[in-house]
């Protein structure tokens, strides 16, 4: 079924037409909802949130751009509803007790490195992962930033440049960059692992 | 959205690395979205429901009808039940009361006992304007029952019972206290009631009741032409009991009988690929590959089926039957559980081949998983007498099923029919089997018929819709055991 079959066909509410849009998209769309979340659990709650709002609201997509792109942004914004529900995100982490985070780090699954870094990225404290989720992958500026988690663009600069060096910290204890070249070039890194 | 060229090389990274990871959410994740999409699809199942429950109701009913039917019908013919509430007066459904209490000397036209046996008082029976009634029994609040037969005019004129400040005028009026029930009688009788209603014994002419003052002014009076008549009626009616009692003839329920049933059973399947001619699968051996060897192994496991039908005998050898049914299908097949979820993919026609995730290999190993469903189905069918006279009977019969699939566990096969994936959207609401089956039956002296025999019930479309690129046809060979009552 092509994308255009799928979004005609979801439009008119047919069930197979759905499925084939949930079943093209869901598999990325969880890995993004899963670096917000703390739990898989959690990230397939938001995932199935997010789905309902793409489904009702994709007679507002207007083809300017990929459907991909404008299922992304639902399902980002998704999360940050559903964290925003539970958690206030000032939250900071002094850099003092970051290692108090590195503890866990055992639980990390050595089985790809898209894995491990993600899973890096998740052991963040949650004002951290998600400004860097948001600036670092999903592209946002801190000024939206701060617009959609209701803080100071300021403090989403700072939020973010301790979450960075906090995870750069994690990645080279983890032996999957190597922090005398990283800055130079990653690939390279990666190719040793 | 800020448009950047990555700032540096570890948001790069950090970018990339995070793309690539997939996940596969779980079905659940669908089943949830999907019901929240189209609430209107749980109609079916409710509809189902709804149906059942019918049924259940249409059953305990049925059941519990025979008990007087007769007598109700012959009481009907001559009561009218009216309740009393304080100074309300009512007509409700018929209401089965008896005389019998009643001796034939002592006949009784009005009666009123209080059924705790305590004298009927103020606070029991308040009439006003109660203009009595021929052929009617009251029933005065939950205690107090007045009883009034045969009589065509008893009382003309307003009543009053109980009434402190108004005066009882009844004609023809006898008091009797029976076992300890307290019975107005009427035959001719005047009285200034002011406490209450008291009981006389109009043979011996006292008054059976605590109080006094209403004992002074309760006289008995002679017997009249009046009470003679009303003993000819109540007689003639007591001997016409038996005619009056018969119950009339119901032709549906002398040949209908209501069957409940249990079918304890092996089911299997048999499978073929969608193009194939043959469907193989009699044996354990449920695929074989290009090269001969063997792709799927199955093996049987236990079905039970349940329900209830109506029978309706249409001739001497022929009845007719439809009812509700619950099966539960189930089969076996061995298969490797894998260490972790291994993904793979699944090809369904109108949308192609789709990613799923799968933790059985269909290597036949030590491993197996249950293929089940629970459905409810509408048996439509006839049943055929074969042979056999009185109580030992041999019936052969066929039926029709209409079936709606509530629930179950579906394992597809992948593309490349090395997987097992769980697919329960794969499977078909709607089907349609049929059941063939002969049995003896038995009727004991308790008009309970027992039958035992052989069934044999077959799946007629495939279990999964036509989207999957299989084609699957359950079946069951069981034994089925029931019991049959007549209505």
């Not at chain 2, 990274?13 to 995070?18: I, R, T, Y």
């Not at chain 2, 149906?51 to 007598?71: M, Q």
């Not at chain 2, 309706?312 to 050898?317: G, I």
């Amino acid at each position: 079924m092509t994308e255009e079959q799928m979004l005609a066909g979801t439009l008119k509410n047919n069930a197979a037409a759905q499925e084939a849009l949930y079943d093209r998209y869901s598999p990325r769309m969880l890995s993004v909802c899963y670096r917000f979340a703390k739990s898989r659990e959690d990230a397939e709650d938001m995932l199935q949130e997010g789905f309902i709002k793409i489904f009702t609201q994709l007679h507002q997509y207007r083809n300017e751009g990929a459907l991909e792109g404008w299922i992304r942004r639902i399902i980002v914004h998704t999360c940050i509803n559903v964290l925003k529900k539970n958690k206030k995100f000032s939250e900071t982490v002094d850099l003092i007790h970051a290692h108090a985070f590195h503890t866990n780090e055992e639980l990390i699954p050595s089985i790809m490195q898209a894995k491990q870094v993600v899973e890096c990225i998740r052991m963040l404290p949650l004002g951290y992962k998600t400004v860097l989720n948001l600036y670092a992958i999903e592209g946002y500026s801190h000024k939206e930033i701060g617009n959609m988690l209701d803080i100071e663009e300021s403090t989403s600069r700072s939020q973010y440049t301790r979450a960075k060096v906090m995870l750069e910290d994690i990645l080279v204890r983890k032996n999957i960059i190597d922090k005398s070249q990283y800055k130079n070039n990653y690939a390279k890194t990666n190719a040793k692992i | 959205m800020e448009d950047k060229n990555y700032r540096d090389e570890f948001e790069f990274f950090l970018k990339e690395s995070a793309d690539e990871l997939r996940m596969v959410p779980s079905r659940k994740t669908w089943y949830s979205i999907y019901n929240n999409l189209h609430p209107d699809r749980k109609w079916p199942s409710m509809a189902v429901c709804l149906l059942i429950l019918t049924a259940v109701l249409y059953v305990g009913i049925a059941n519990n009808n025979s008990i007087s039917s007769a007598a109700r019908k012959a009481t009907s013919q001559n009561f009218t039940t009216t309740t009393i509430d304080k100074k309300t007066t009512s007509i409700t459904n018929n209401y089965t009361t008896s005389t019998e209490q009643t001796s034939p000397e002592k006949t009784t036209f009005l009666s009123m006992a209080n059924n705790d046996g305590h004298p009927v008082t103020n606070s029991d029976v308040e009439l006003n304007n109660t203009a009595l009634l021929n052929n009617t029994s009251l029933v005065m609040n939950d205690k107090t029952t007045a009883i009034i037969s045969n009589i065509n005019t008893i009382v003309r004129d307003n009543m009053i019972l109980g009434d402190a400040k108004a005066a009882a005028k009844i004609e023809n009026a006898q008091l009797l206290k029976t076992k300890g029930e307290t019975t107005v009688t009427i035959s001719t009788f005047n009285a200034d009631d002011e406490d209450g209603i008291a009981a006389a014994d109009k043979e011996s002419g006292e008054v059976k009741t605590g109080d006094k003052k209403l004992e002074n002014k309760l006289l008995p009076v002679e017997n009249s032409a009046f009470k003679i008549a009303l003993l000819n009626i109540e007689k003639s009616w007591k001997e016409d009991y038996a005619f009056r009692n018969k119950p009339a003839l119901n032709k549906f329920k002398e040949n209908a009988s209501l069957s409940y049933y249990i079918t304890p059973s092996l089911g299997y399947r048999s499978f073929k690929r969608k193009g194939e001619k043959q469907y193989t699968g009699s044996s354990l051996v449920i695929a074989r590959g290009n090269n001969d060897e063997v792709l799927l192994i199955d093996d049987a496991a236990l079905n039970l089926e349940a329900g209830a039908v109506l029978q309706y005998s249409v001739s001497k050898s022929i009845r007719l039957k439809m009812g509700l049914q619950a099966n539960y299908t189930n089969y076996l097949s061995h298969v490797t559980a894998l260490g972790h979820p291994s993904q793979t993919s699944l090809s369904v026609a109108n949308r192609g081949t789709v990613v799923r995730s799968s933790s059985y290999s269909t290597k036949a190993g030590n491993d197996r998983i249950n293929k089940t469903t629970m459905q409810v189905s509408l048996p439509i069918g006839a049943d055929v007498k074969i042979a056999g006279k009185r109580n030992l009977k041999w019936y052969a019969g066929a039926t029709l099923q209409p079936t709606y699939v509530l629930s179950g566990s579906a394992f597809v096969l992948s593309a490349d029919e090395k997987y097992y994936i769980s697919e329960t959207p794969l499977l078909r609401k709607m089907n349609l089997n049929t059941g063939i089956e002969t049995y003896l039956s038995f009727k004991s002296s308790n008009s309970v018929t027992l039958s035992v025999g052989p069934q044999f019930r077959y799946q007629l479309l495939s279990t999964y819709k036509n989207d999957y690129n299989y084609s699957e046809k359950a079946y069951n060979i069981g034994v089925k055991v029931g019991i049959t009552t007549s209505f």
